[in-house]
């Protein structure tokens, strides 16, 4: 059984452009959610979708989106980075509310 | 704000010693869970505990849930280097809905041979 998958693992990126990750959930899994993970913050949720509908969003600003599309393949944007948005940003998914598989992250950095 | 706060956040000691790592906030949890994370990974779920006072066992891992949901415990028993790596306990606060997931800091285990 595949896990989550994210691409790209890494990527490099010049202030003020914009990114896309993507995310693949296992099979099945219906719900992903996004978070940040940096040394000083550790992880924080970024939002959650289900059946192509966010149904929770955390505290970070208009320029962090996402969407999910029919086959629960999840993308997120950043648009106009800064320095600070610097970090591993983590994908996973679930069936239910009591245990998410994560996938290994893309790691963004800023220059 | 739900703030879990997660102790020590940094733990080394010598193989075959027992250890306790802690996870404690004001909020009130519809459930917790506890992670370990490898450099360079995603996190692994180990457990998930929704039922205060609630137990569970993972070979040399026991898991609590305080009575009020407010609190976790992470006991390692006889610790092995194979145990080295970042515990995180990760809660759903009440009432927020299960999607979101409150982490806490994080514990570096370090198990010298």
């Known amino acids: 059984k595949a896990g989550v998958t994210q691409t790209p693992r890494y990527l490099i990126k010049t202030r003020g452009q914009q990114v896309t990750l993507s995310c693949s959930p296992i099979?099945?899994?219906?719900?992903v959610s996004w978070y940040q993970q940096t040394p000083g913050q550790g992880l924080q949720f970024l939002f959650e979708?289900?059946?192509?509908?966010?149904?929770n969003k955390g505290n970070f600003p208009g320029r962090f989106s996402g969407r999910q599309f029919s086959n629960s393949r999840s993308e997120m944007n950043v648009s106009t980075l800064e320095l600070g948005d610097s970090a591993l940003y983590l994908c996973?998914?679930?069936?239910?509310?009591?245990?998410?598989?994560f996938g290994s992250g893309t790691r963004l950095t800023v220059v | 704000t739900q703030l879990l706060e997660q102790s020590p956040q940094f733990l080394s000691i010598q193989e075959g010693e027992n250890l306790t790592v802690y996870c404690n906030s004001s909020?009130?949890?519809?459930?917790l869970q506890w992670y370990r994370q490898e450099p360079g990974e995603g996190p692994v779920l180990l457990v998930t505990?929704?039922?205060?006072?609630e137990v569970k066992k993972l070979k040399r891992l026991t898991f609590q849930f305080g009575d009020a949901r407010k609190d976790s415990s992470l006991h390692i028993t006889a610790a092995q280097p194979g145990d080295t790596g970042l515990y995180l306990c990760a809660g759903s606060p009440e009432g927020e809905g299960a999607q979101k997931l409150v982490f806490g800091q994080g514990t570096r285990l370090t198990i010298n041979p």
């Open positions: 505990v929704v039922t205060g006072g």
């Open positions: 099979s099945g899994h219906r719900s």
């Open positions: 996973a998914s679930s069936l239910g509310s009591h245990g998410y598989t």
């Open positions: 909020s009130v949890f519809s459930s």
């Open positions: 979708y289900f059946s192509e509908t966010q149904r």
